[in-house]
């Protein structure tokens, strides 16, 4: 059960790189009020749970701010066996979108964290703080980007000259660590959703190991080729079956969630 965890977070991860990777950068993409919920599938037919992205504004030192609010939870027979329920959240600057503040409160059957990062950019220093634990921790950061922050930050980025074979990197501060992350764009694809045909881009997943990033051939991440640039479909293949992703509804868009038609 620990490596299906270790899977589910690391498709979580990089499916928050892939979000951002092909969007341009004067266009608005997302939006206060921006809400996307995801249902969450062992090998496409057993309900595993859903998961949901909301997106709100916030006040932090008089200073308007993003607020984001990521929440996963088990349900049906997957939740007998293993309970998951997990909150999000990341504090982020309107234009810039550095974050200010996140905060990772979890329950995976028993495991149990809670956290806050507090980022300073004048003293480079992120703070970490872990209220079961209760303790403190300091660690060097210059450009990073928490968990959720990522989610928004790519996807104001430009690289519309995308090709096949490109890559995208990104560093991702989580659990008092920064990861390197690449994800290898491998092109477009039509796929069948529950709202119609999509336009999709495709992408597959480097992790650092040492200094070499090797390829997680298990890992594929699809997102839609519109302005909003969010995630369709996920998919992480396990030692049996697969774990899936894939868009169940959405509200709030900045743009048209476009729809290919016959």
């Given at each position: 059960m620990f490596e299906y965890m270790?899977?589910?977070?690391?498709?979580?991860?990089?499916?928050?790189?892939?979000i951002n990777s092909y969007s341009q950068e004067k266009t608005v993409v997302f939006k206060k009020g921006e809400w996307l919920r995801y249902r969450m599938s062992y090998s496409g037919?057993?309900?595993?749970?859903?998961?949901?992205?909301?997106?709100?504004?916030?006040?932090?030192?008089?200073?308007?701010?993003?607020?984001?609010?990521?929440?996963?939870?088990?349900?049906?027979?997957?939740?007998?066996?293993?309970?998951?329920?997990d909150t999000y959240q990341s504090f982020f600057d309107t234009k810039t979108i550095k974050p200010y503040v996140f905060k990772r409160n979890i329950n995976e059957g028993g495991y149990i964290i809670n956290r806050e990062i507090k980022f300073n950019y004048e003293s480079k220093k992120a703070t970490v703080l872990d209220f079961k634990?209760?303790?403190?921790?300091?660690?060097?950061?210059?450009?990073?980007?928490d968990m959720m922050s990522a989610f928004y930050y790519l996807r104001n980025q430009d690289v519309s000259s995308l090709n096949i074979g490109d890559e995208i990197a990104l560093d991702m501060f989580m659990d008092s660590e920064i990861y390197p992350f690449k994800l290898v764009y491998l092109g477009e694809e039509l796929l069948k959703t529950?709202?119609?045909?999509?336009?999709?881009?495709?992408?597959?997943?480097?992790v650092q190991a040492g200094r070499v990033f090797k390829e997680n051939e298990s890992v594929t991440i699809w997102i839609t080729a519109d302005d909003n640039k969010i995630p369709i479909k996920l998919k992480a293949s396990l030692a049996?079956?697969?774990?899936?992703?894939?868009?169940?509804?959405?509200?709030?868009?900045?743009?048209?969630?476009?729809?290919?038609?016959?």
């Open positions: 270790k899977k589910i977070t690391f498709l979580f991860i990089a499916f928050i790189i892939a037919f057993l309900k595993a749970g859903n998961a949901t992205l909301s997106l709100d504004t916030d006040t932090i030192k008089g200073k308007e701010v993003f607020h984001v609010t990521g929440k996963g939870w088990t349900s049906g027979i997957i939740k007998w066996f293993f309970n998951v329920d634990l209760q303790t403190s921790d300091t660690i060097d950061i210059n450009n990073v980007q529950r709202f119609g045909k999509v336009k999709s881009l495709k992408f597959r997943p480097m049996v079956g697969s774990l899936r992703a894939e868009l169940d509804a959405y509200k709030g868009l900045a743009n048209s969630f476009k729809i290919v038609y016959d």
